[in-house]
Nanobody, 115 residues
Framework: QVQVVEFGGGLVQPGGSARLSCVAS????????VGWYRRVAGKARELVGT???????NLADGVKGRFTNSRDSTRNTVDLQMNSLKPEDTGVYYC?????????WGQGTQVTVSS
């Protein structure tokens, strides 16, 4: 099994930045892909970006140019750097992993973009 915990988030002003971290533990060697998802009020959970164990990254069109996905294998951590935040980025951000034995989710962390 894999356990994932998200860190970061909070209240950010429009145009500001925030950094989320996803820390994995357990059978980390089985992780194939780590993804960031978010649930915005009134909408279904949506994909923000993914990063594979080979380092290949993908970002949703709505965050390209503003968000960056990176990983530190030595710390079993995947970071989501979010710049130029907009009020519509407000939501609960989740880290999800796809592994050889299934998928695992973190508990989520709230990001609120507001003045």
């Amino acid at each position: 099994q894999v356990q994932v915990v998200e860190f970061g988030g909070g209240l950010v002003q429009p145009g500001g930045s925030a950094r989320l971290s996803c820390v994995a533990s357990g059978s980390v060697s089985s992780i194939l892909t780590v993804g960031w998802y978010r649930r915005v009020a009134g909408k279904a959970r949506e994909l923000v970006g993914t990063i594979s164990n080979s380092g290949t990254t993908n970002l949703a069109d709505g965050v390209k140019g503003r968000f960056t996905n990176s990983r530190d294998s030595t710390r079993n951590t995947v970071d989501l750097q979010m710049n130029s935040l907009k009020p519509e980025d407000t939501g609960v951000y989740y880290c999800g992993t796809i592994t050889l034995t299934g998928g695992y989710w973190g508990q989520g962390t709230q990001v609120t973009v507001s003045s």
